[in-house]
């Protein structure tokens, strides 16, 4: 039996008796047998080797399925964004469209993308097909990436998405996709998740004034 990071790290203080001053409560589904009346006088030293061992374990089965974040259950995806009713769009030439809009509160610089498109098996037609993708610094002056197709989800258990645009180097606040088509819906286009790269904010640097080089 496998068991999640929980359950995992409940398990490794259960195993080491290294019990803190308020016990968690066994996860759902975790069956464990107290012994009642038996006083323990564990060695400290030999639990604590007991529970680094168990941290590495843990460690090391996060590393394997917690890395990938394309890897994701398909019950996450399937609350996707929807518009049925055409809306004017911030950029006049699409008129009026189905289009969502990011924020990210000020002026990054971007990177890789990655984007999941509707997965619930009865909407996939709804997903985004042929899109428009658009960015701005302001929200007034925009600037044309490209156009890209999105490829259709499969319904199945487990949906990683696929790679959005490669935005390395791009400067925006916003970022807006335009559904230009969608996978076979004739009222509603929607769309699940997109994730942006960003990267770190540079602190300012102080003014330092004039270089001084040592006199010869």
Not at 139 to 161: D, I, L, R, S
């Amino acid at each position: 039996m496998i068991l999640s990071l929980p359950r995992l790290l409940w398990a490794s203080w259960r195993w080491g008796s290294f019990k803190p001053r308020s016990e968690p409560l066994p996860p759902a589904g975790l069956q464990v047998r107290r012994e009642r009346g038996v006083k323990n006088e564990p060695n400290q030293k030999e639990h604590m080797k007991q529970y680094i061992v168990a941290l590495s374990i843990i460690f090391a089965l996060c590393q394997i399925s917690c890395s990938d974040s394309s890897k994701a259950d398909a019950s996450i995806w399937l609350d996707p964004w929807v518009s049925c009713t055409p809306t004017a769009n911030p950029i006049t030439k699409y008129g009026n469209s189905h289009w969502i809009h990011y924020d990210f509160g000020s002026v990054r610089t971007l990177s890789k993308s990655w984007i999941w498109n509707t997965n619930d098996p009865q909407k996939l037609n709804q997903g985004f097909k042929k899109v428009s993708i658009d960015y701005s610094e302001d929200g007034e002056t925009w600037t044309h990436y490209g156009e890209m197709n999105f490829p259709k989800a499969e319904g199945k258990a487990v949906y990683g998405g696929f790679a959005g645009p490669d935005l390395v180097g791009v400067k925006a606040r916003y970022m807006l996709l335009t559904a230009l088509s969608n996978h076979g819906d004739p009222a509603c286009s929607g769309i699940t998740e997109v994730k942006f790269n960003l990267l770190p904010i540079e602190p300012a640097k102080e003014n330092e004034g004039p270089k001084r080089y040592p006199e010869l």
